[in-house]
Nanobody
Framework: HVQLVESGGGSVQAGGSLRLSCLYNHRGNCMGWFRQVPGKEREGVAATNEGDAYYTDSAKGRFTISQVKNTVYLQMNDLKPEDTAMYYC????????????????WGQGTQVTVS
């Protein structure tokens, strides 16, 4: 049974940084970070597979996904108010890394608020 536990969310000022962590007991072929705000669909932020990292346009140049043993991180720099959302980590073997329903397991989410 795969379990994901997220932490690291909080409130920061625009331009600040935050580092999210997702502790997992079994790594999926792909590990991803998604975010969601009320009234909007869950959207991809970053994903990693076999050491390679991928980012959606909003995250490129500001966010970095990485893994150390059984933890996947999302380093977020130069945060903007538009980054405010609930952030989730996911694990699985997605056909498309940016499709939430393609992942098998999800964390509980951690709130990020940028003012």
């Amino acid at each position: 049974h795969v379990q994901l536990v997220e932490s690291g969310g909080g409130s920061v000022q625009a331009g600040g940084s935050l580092r999210l962590s997702c502790l997992y007991n079994h790594r999926g072929n792909c590990m991803g970070w998604f975010r969601q705000v009320p009234g909007k669909e869950r959207e991809g932020v970053a994903a990693t597979n076999e050491g390679d990292a991928y980012y959606t346009d909003s995250a490129k140049g500001r966010f970095t996904i990485s893994q150390v043993k059984n933890t996947v991180y999302l380093q977020m720099n130069d945060l903007k108010p538009e980054d405010t959302a609930m952030y989730y980590c996911a694990a699985g073997l997605p056909a498309n890394a940016w499709v939430p329903s393609d992942y098998s397991y999800w964390g509980q989410g951690t709130q990020v608020t940028v003012s």
